[in-house]
């Protein structure tokens, strides 16, 4: 059979259904030749094959994740901004300390960047103004964005750039939040603040090159072999191809480009390529769209009753459903897969409402069109995705991260956020994303927080009817990410015939008791049957690959 490798004397967890637990493979031109006992699988060998003996070590199909804003979270750090993230900042105090000291070491009139800051998580437990930022920094403009991505802070200068005043109206989709005497917190959601972040200075411009980089090195020595990156820019294609091209790329993405207007729908058409196009390693995925806004930002499009403490806040929508289904509809004529960021039930219900419609047009058979997120999703929810084989983009780090959040919507619906149990028992297929950098992009964060269902700041169990197996949470970061990503027949589990994408892990995930699974350690990561990160005396004390189990940022 003259393998390439042999990797035996291992406790491999396949996450297949015909042979779940084996101790050796095979490996030939990067795919899986054989797989079974050691015995069986020594047959495969020839005299130029390198045998590799795990010792008894656990090994897992590479993990997938398929909700990441790798880019943005990589470029920030290439950047140098401001890490204002949890838990570095735990107090306003602490972030307006952070901007004292950057304000105090550049030229007047520069910009502060940073981005991470969560008011859930702020001792003070409110948002940042403009006047604690104007208090250290009134020359300067400062930007700082929240950890959901749905809002920013800005201060005095910046909003004068911006030409933001008490009588600029809100924009479609956003909002600029006003004091009680009408004048602007400083405070911008959703639609409200890329105008400000406009003005921010360019970028290196070959940031997204030297970010596609970081992001291969910290993604695979945490165990992840594919991530699908989301809502990128033209720009950010080109820095994961040059980066491919070069041979940094050593991990596998799929690249969602972004569709904010019905124009941008018709661009992408036009281009004359669409999901799938590229080879295994760097591909165009999903093309992604917003319905709502972010549970941090409480702009979510939810149903009555509304926001805790806010009588007619039901939330935003980004598009005319007429408009969001003339989107979809051209997207998907032009073979794209169609992912669609919605929280709350009001924004899911309308992206399903046009998926539904765009099916029956296009008479469409298994297009997994995507919902991203599908926070509040409610029985009545549930059986539409259910009934429409709707996928989900599911977010299990969020209970332990961001679950703080979910009370702001009343307690009958932290019942229903961020399900997961009832997913498997409606036979609804959830994949699992960090969304860094919301969550870090440690993926052993959501396996163990889809385990347990603790919310970091109470440490209360939310939903514990939701809580899954180890198994089962393994699933969403194997096998169910590869069929949402239309790449089941390559991988997801370990099985003849499938890339040989793996990970040696220092412990065996199904038995150590379930506080442990944040702390498993990646030792060696396969990808194509090549060994691309094995972790040594030096990296395994490297801060850089240590903070993707910390930060957020
Ligand atoms: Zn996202």
Not at 188 to 198: E, Q, R
Not at 384 to 401: A, I, K, T
Not at 410 to 419: D, K, Q, S
């Amino acid at each position: 059979m003259d393998a390439d490798a042999i990797i035996r004397n291992g406790h491999f967890i396949t996450m297949g259904s015909a042979t779940p637990s084996v101790t050796a493979i095979a490996i030939r031109d990067g795919k899986i030749l054989a797989i079974g006992g050691d015995k069986v699988i020594s047959e495969c060998a020839s005299s130029r094959s390198r045998i590799v003996d795990l010792q008894g070590s656990t090994v897992l199909p590479g993990l997938i994740d398929v909700h990441t804003h790798a880019m943005e979270w990589a470029e920030g750090i290439v950047r140098g901004q401001l890490d204002v993230g949890y838990p570095g900042a735990r107090s306003v105090n602490d972030v307006i300390a952070m901007v004292r000291e950057r304000a105090s070491r550049i030229a007047r009139g520069q910009w502060i960047r940073g981005a991470g800051w969560d008011d859930a998580k702020l001792a003070e437990h409110r948002y940042i103004t403009r006047k604690d930022l104007d208090a250290v920094s009134p020359e300067n403009p400062v930007y700082l964005e929240h950890v959901s991505g749905h809002l920013a802070v800005v201060n005095s200068a910046a909003l004068k750039l911006a030409t933001i005043t008490r009588d600029t109206p809100d924009p479609q989709g956003g909002v600029i939040e006003r004091d009680a005497s009408g004048e602007p917190t400083g405070i911008l959601k959703d639609t409200a603040f890329p105008p400000v972040a406009a003005l921010l200075p360019p970028d290196p411009p070959d940031i997204a090159f030297r970010a596609a980089k970081l992001i291969s090195e910290r993604a695979i020595a945490l165990g992840l072999t594919t991530i699908h990156d989301i809502y990128i820019s033209p720009a950010e294609m080109r820095g994961y191809q040059n980066a491919y091209q070069e041979g940094f790329l050593k991990l596998r993405v799929q690249m969602s480009p972004r569709i904010g207007s019905i124009e941008d729908a018709e661009k992408l058409a036009g281009m004359g390529v669409h999901t799938g196009f590229g080879d295994d390693h760097l591909k165009f995925g999903a093309a992604k769209m917003f319905a709502d806004g972010g549970m941090g930002a409480r702009t979510i499009a939810i149903y009555p009753p509304p926001v805790a403490g806010e009588v007619d806040n039901f939330g935003v929508l980004r598009w005319k459903p007429e408009d969001m289904q003339k989107a979809h509809q051209i997207a998907a004529a032009a073979g794209w897969q169609l992912e669609t960021h919605a929280i709350g039930d009001r924004a899911i219900d309308e992206v399903l409402d046009s998926y539904a419609a765009v099916m029956k047009a296009l008479n469409l058979r298994d297009p997994r069109f995507r919902i991203v997120h599908a926070g509040i999703s409610t029985p009545a929810i549930q059986k539409r995705l259910s009934e429409l084989h709707v996928l989900v983009d599911g977010n299990p780090p969020f209970v332990y991260w961001i679950g703080s959040w979910f009370a702001k919507y009343g307690l009958e619906r932290v019942r229903w956020c961020y399900p997961a149990k009832s997913y498997i028992e409606n036979g609804i297929i959830e994949a699992a994303g960090s969304d860094v950098p919301v969550t870090p992009i440690n993926p052993w964060w959501g396996i163990w927080s889809a385990v347990v269902r603790k919310e970091l700041i109470s440490n209360q169990v939310l939903a514990p009817e939701e809580r899954l197996t180890v198994l089962e949470a393994l699933r969403l970061y194997t096998v169910n990410g590869a069929y949402v990503g239309f790449e089941e027949n390559e991988k997801g589990s370990l099985e003849v015939g499938k890339l040989a994408d793996f990970i040696i892990i220092d412990r065996d995930v199904l038995s150590v008791p379930s506080d442990q699974i944040k702390d498993v350690r990646v030792l060696e990561s396969y990808i194509g049957g090549k060994s691309v990160y094995k972790m040594s005396a030096v990296n395994s004390a490297d801060p850089k690959i240590a903070e993707g189990r910390q930060k957020g940022r």
